[in-house]
């Protein structure tokens, strides 16, 4: 059995798209767990970027069954304008499948996602991720299962939700709402294009598990935008961790035997929120520059700074990491010394675990070793071997404080830029 949680170790955008597409040339079936169209993964391949939001990295294998589990949350509109994107530079797109039981984002969802965002103030991707799972666990969403089912049923609902929608859209925000019958003749358009996707995606996982088939859990986000474990309230409302692999794929975490965490060989975030090893300098420059760190979903400029081992040892405890994916190390490249924080400082006093408080996360100052840079271009490297002893002793580090073996080091966009020291059951 092969079951492996792809998950993001820090902020997001970790690299997960191109570990993911890494593995998913060896899977048999790739599974999006949560999140939505927030989350944007790269993947280069023969010099081609491939931009995914919604829809599995695994699609670009024509092999491959690419899942979109009942933990994610799908805007149609999106999925729809993405596969003919995919089919258009002639993608095969009909090994996807997507959960009958997934929420729909809705038009609302979106426009309340902006609305509320101004005074939330937590920069959300405004895709309507928050309003769409709020409707879920409040019990007055819509999934698949209803769009393509008793017409008449989502009829009556949907011009009861349209009315309370437009009350909070109109009266609160005094913004034009939705007409219900335009949107109703929408959603059923959109679902009917889908409907030959639409699956029972638990039982296909299962079978695939059962069958001894290798199959990838990809989380979208990363652990510290977990809606429970991460910074709240500047967080995701999904659960990107590895727990969240089981409830939005809808499979028991005996099934899973492996739990890769992806994480930057430093630290970057988008949107708000407390980041103790931030940088203001031209250092922080440096790092956005060399690793180009501009959301693909919203374009916007990460914030950047050094590798954090407090969050690297959380991430490793809420998540049971087997093994990390150490990305963007060439980044690195041209620092004469290189910072890792290994504690922080709150109070005058030293602190070794993540606070689940994130005032007292503001005032935290990071304690720094500081290792000598290699300076030295490391992006043809393919063993690692032949990584400059720095690079290595950077790299054992890290390894020696989160006590989570490396598995692979990513030197690049590419996916020929990347060494494996252990495929593990891969
Ligand atoms: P939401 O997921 O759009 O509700 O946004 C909530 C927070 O999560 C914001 O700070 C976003 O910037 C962040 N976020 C959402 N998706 C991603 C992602 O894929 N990468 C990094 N940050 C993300």
Not at 60 to 79: Q, R, S
Not at 139 to 152: A, N, Q, S, Y
Not at 237 to 247: E, I, L, R
Request: glycine share 10%; with cysteine.
């Amino acid at each position: 059995m092969s079951a492996i949680v792809l998950v993001g170790a820090q902020w997001g955008d970790e690299g997960k798209g191109k570990i993911t597409d890494y593995l998913s040339a060896r899977a048999d079936c790739v599974v999006r767990y949560q999140g939505g169209s927030n989350a944007g993964h790269t993947v280069a391949v023969h010099n081609e970027k491939f931009m995914l939001h919604l829809i599995p990295s695994g699609i670009l294998y024509p092999e491959t069954l690419c899942i979109v589990g009942n933990g994610v949350v799908v805007d149609m509109e999106k999925v729809l304008a993405e596969l003919q994107g995919l089919q258009q530079r002639g993608i095969d797109t009909s090994n996807l499948r997507i959960s009958l039981r997934a929420p729909v984002v809705m038009p609302y969802h979106k426009k309340i996602d902006a609305l509320e965002d101004r005074s939330s103030n937590i920069g959300t991707t405004k895709k309507g991720i928050g309003p769409t799972y709020a409707d879920k666990i409040n019990r007055i969403g819509f999934r698949f299962c209803d769009l393509v089912g008793d017409r008449e049923y989502f009829a009556t609902r949907l011009k009861t939700m349209v009315e309370y929608k437009n009350r909070i859209i109109q009266e609160i925000y005094h913004e034009e709402g939705f007409d219900y019958k335009e949107l109703m003749d929408q959603l059923l358009s959109q679902a009917d294009q889908l409907k030959k996707y639409l699956a029972d995606t638990s039982y296909l996982v299962y079978s695939a598990i059962r069958d001894g088939k290798r199959v990838i859990f990809e989380g979208a986000q990363g652990t510290l935008l977990d809606i429970d474990h991460g910074t709240y309230p500047y967080v995701t409302s999904s659960h990107p961790t590895a727990g969240g692999a089981c409830v939005g794929a809808g499979i028991g975490p005996t099934y899973i035997n492996r739990v890769l965490g992806i994480a930057k060989a430093y630290t970057t975030r988008v949107g708000e929120g407390p980041f103790p090893t931030e940088l203001f300098d031209e250092t922080g420059q440096q790092l956005l520059k060399r690793g180009a760190e501009f959301g693909v979903t919203t374009g916007r400029q990460r914030r950047c700074g050094w590798l954090d081992t407090v969050i690297l040892r959380y991430a490793e405890r809420i998540n049971g990491l087997t093994d990390i994916a150490i990305t963007k190390l060439d980044v690195l490249d041209t620092f004469k010394t290189i910072k890792v924080c290994v504690a922080y400082r709150y109070k005058g006093t030293l602190i070794h675990e993540f606070p689940e408080d994130i005032k007292i996360l503001k005032e935290c100052e990071p304690e720094y070793i500081e290792l000598p840079g290699w300076q030295e271009d490391i992006t043809g490297i393919t063993r690692y071997e032949d990584l400059p002893l720095k690079a290595r002793a950077y790299l054992a580090k890290i390894e020696e404080i989160t006590g989570v073996k490396q598995s692979i080091i990513a030197v690049g966009p590419k996916r020929s830029q990347t060494i494996v020291r252990d495929l593990m059951y891969m």
